[in-house]
């Protein structure tokens, strides 16, 4: 490889830091612009990152020496910046989820095609250290074939986390944090906004899903964040009943209107074992497993690369995927898979019914054991 791919960053708010931290260490991208309508947090990440270009959104799209771009806007603009970026000739990498409604996320994927270009999507923590782990397990049978499994996002909302206005560093908070109003508006919520480390999770590990159904609900019509409080407009509480295309059957429920819970995050129960899987929003682990008839769970050593945070590791494996034409991993056919898991759920609460989903996507291929940080296969 002669030089690093060059990504330009779209969205300079709080999830950005870590994409450009872990773009540092990364050999087959470098960062080389970032772009946000709020002026003051491109200033802001620039100089703490040491970008040098530093660009209105439609500046960006303009540079021709930008391969690909990292869209890392709101939920409600995803779309947008994303069928912009590709109109403009560049890849596209976008924080979940790929889209807020399907139309539009086929319309990124068609797109795509038209221009042969790449569309990567987050989550990428499947990738990590823990979950690569647990898929190398599944594979080599040591719990059987999966025949079932659960997965839980179980809070009481985000506003239970905000940052207090009497923080440090009151501008970092100003430019870098969103409003929270717009978590409980349609497209987000949690299982728009958490469901896809959830689904993307089981889909990579069990594989895909054929039907879904499940019930969904508003549990307060208005939340007490900020002043005064706002109308919720997309539910909050959401169970799924999910059938993959092996047979499996899995359930998950995303939810922020409960108090302290002690459920798994994800289990998956196999012919002959359980395996306890990491937090889907984390790299690492722990993975535990428990085979048929022990009497104890046991820690299964989690010794695979990038077990810290590394978002943006999807983004170096587009890139370094594209140089060798082979497929990239966090890819946009199983992000918009898991976009239409999210709707068939929804739409089969709303309709009392079941709902077939009919998309796709090539099996990412597991991470090989032994490279070091920053190293893709």
Not at 91 to 120: F, N, Q
Not at 157 to 179: F, S
Request: hydrophobic share 35%; net charge negative.
């Amino acid at each position: 490889m002669d030089r690093p791919t060059r990504v330009g960053v779209i969205g300079c708010g709080q999830i950005s830091g870590i994409y450009f931290e872990t773009a540092r260490r990364m050999r087959d991208i470098e960062v080389i612009a970032c772009a946000d309508v709020v002026l003051e947090a491109v200033k802001f990440r620039a100089d703490m990152y040491d970008i040098p270009r530093r660009y209105t959104p439609e500046q960006l799209l303009a540079d021709p020496e930008v391969e690909i771009v990292l869209n890392l806007t709101i939920p409600q603009v995803h779309a947008e910046v994303s069928l912009a970026a590709l109109e403009a000739g560049k890849h596209v990498y976008t924080e979940k989820p790929l889209a807020t409604s399907l139309a539009d996320g086929r319309r990124i994927l068609d797109l795509a095609v038209k221009k042969g270009l790449r569309v990567g999507c987050a989550p990428d923590t499947f990738l990590g250290a823990g979950i690569q782990t647990c898929k190398e397990l599944i594979e080599d049978g040591v719990i059987g074939e999966p025949v079932a499994a659960v997965a839980f996002l179980m809070h009481h909302g985000i506003e239970m986390n905000r940052p207090t206005p009497t923080a440090p560093n009151p501008t970092r908070q100003r430019v870098t944090e969103k409003d929270p109003s717009f978590y409980y508006q349609p497209g987000v919520g949690p299982m728009f906004d958490m469901g896809p480390y959830y689904l993307t999770a089981l889909s990579v590990l069990i594989g895909p899903v054929r039907r879904a159904t499940g019930s969904a609900r508003i549990t307060w019509p208005e939340r007490p964040v900020g002043n005064p409080q706002f109308k919720v407009n997309t539910p909050t509480h959401i169970a799924g009943v999910l059938d993959h295309e092996n047979g499996a059957v899995s359930t998950i429920i995303t939810s922020i209107d409960v108090w302290p819970t002690e459920l798994p995050r994800i289990e998956i129960y196999g012919e002959s074992g359980t395996l306890s899987v990491p937090d889907p929003n984390t790299f690492g682990g722990p993975v535990r497993l428990r085979k048929a008839n022990e009497r104890e769970w046991t820690d299964v050593p989690v010794t695979r690369p990038y077990q810290v945070n590394s978002r943006g590791l999807g983004v170096a494996d587009l890139a370094h995927a594209a140089r060798l034409g082979r497929p990239h991993r966090a890819s946009g056919d199983l992000a918009y898979h898991v976009l239409e898991v999210m709707h068939a759920i929804h739409d089969a609460s709303r309709e009392g019914r079941h709902v077939q989903v009919t998309s796709n996507f090539p099996r990412p291929k597991t991470l090989e054991p032994g490279l070091a940080d920053g190293e893709l296969d």
